[in-house]
């Protein structure tokens, strides 16, 4: 499966943002999909999973109750939706596919190349 992340841009503390992963592949239905950051000098770090199903996710506790994770099979999507937005969530975003439920980056087979979301404070 190959990804694409989109959708970032740069947006003032408390604003919001909406990451798209586009997937190809007709296999898209059976992958667990993270959404993963790193920062300027960090490593990178889980954000939010969803299952193959989108009926099991799993969120990093830094975006618990800010961020949304969705994703919708039949457009070969998922979403991540960024409302509050801080400046510590600056960083680059990738998405990343594997056929297990997972937080673990390592463990990703796939990954897109990444989405640079600015946030202003």
């Known amino acids: 499966v190959q990804l694409q992340a989109s959708g970032g841009g740069l947006v003032q503390a408390g604003g919001s943002l909406r990451l798209s992963c586009a997937a190809s592949?007709?296999?898209?239905?059976?992958?667990?999909i993270g959404w993963f950051r790193q920062a300027p000098g960090k490593e990178r770090e889980f954000v939010a999973t969803?299952?193959?199903?989108?009926?099991?996710?799993v969120y990093a506790d830094s975006v618990k109750g800010r961020f949304a994770i969705s994703r919708d099979n039949a457009k070969n999507a998922v979403y991540l939706q960024m409302n509050r937005l801080k400046p510590e969530d600056t960083a680059i975003y990738y998405c990343?596919?594997?056929?297990?439920?997972?937080?673990?980056?390592?463990?990703?087979?796939?990954w897109g190349q990444g989405t640079l979301v600015t946030v202003s404070s």
């Open positions: 969803i299952s193959w199903s989108g009926g099991t996710t």
């Open positions: 592949g007709r296999t898209f239905s059976s992958y667990t």
């Open positions: 990343a596919a594997d056929h297990k439920f997972t937080v673990v980056p390592d463990t990703y087979d796939y």
